[in-house]
C-alpha cells in the first residue's frame, strides 16, 4: 500500500480558491489511481474527483463539475485538487486516497488507502 498525505486545507471566504496536495510514499506512485472525497458533518463521505494512472481521464462528482480540477504529477508523487469558486456547501473534511486495481472512480471502496484528511472551510 501506498501512505498518504494531504496539506492545503484551511478557511477561505465564498467564491474563494484552494489548492490542495496529497503526497504519496513509495516508487510505485505511478502505478494507482488516485481520487478526493469529503465528508461534512452529520453527512456521509462524497465523491469528489478522480485520475488514473496516466492523468489522462478525469472524473468529478456533479457537485464540483466546471470548479474543481485534479491533476497529478508522478514526478513528484502528488496529486492535486484545485479549487475555485469555493461555496459554503463545500465545506467539509477532504480525503486523498488510492486504487490500485481496476476501479470505479465514485466508488469509495474500490479505494485501498486513505489520507488522514485536511480541513476546508468556507466562510458566508
Known amino acids: 500500500q501506498v501512505q498518504l498525505v494531504e496539506s492545503g486545507g484551511g478557511l477561505v471566504q465564498d467564491g474563494g480558491s484552494l489548492r490542495l496536495s496529497c503526497a504519496a510514499s513509495?516508487?510505485?506512485?505511478?502505478?494507482?489511481?488516485m481520487g478526493w472525497f469529503r465528508q461534512a458533518p452529520g453527512k456521509e463521505r462524497e465523491f469528489v474527483a478522480a485520475?488514473?494512472?496516466?492523468?489522462?481521464?478525469?472524473y468529478y462528482g456533479d457537485s464540483v463539475k466546471g470548479r474543481f480540477t485534479i491533476s497529478r504529477d508522478n514526478a513528484k508523487n502528488t496529486v492535486y485538487l484545485q479549487m475555485n469558486s469555493l461555496k459554503p456547501e463545500d465545506t467539509a473534511v477532504y480525503y486523498c486516497?488510492?486504487?490500485?486495481?481496476?476501479?470505479?472512480?465514485?466508488?469509495?471502496?474500490?479505494?485501498?488507502?486513505w489520507g488522514q484528511g485536511t480541513q476546508v472551510t468556507v466562510s458566508s
Open positions: 486516497a488510492a486504487a490500485s486495481r481496476p476501479f470505479t472512480p465514485s466508488r469509495a471502496a474500490d479505494f485501498g488507502s
Open positions: 485520475i488514473n494512472w496516466t492523468g489522462g481521464s478525469t
Open positions: 513509495g516508487r510505485s506512485f505511478r502505478k494507482y489511481a
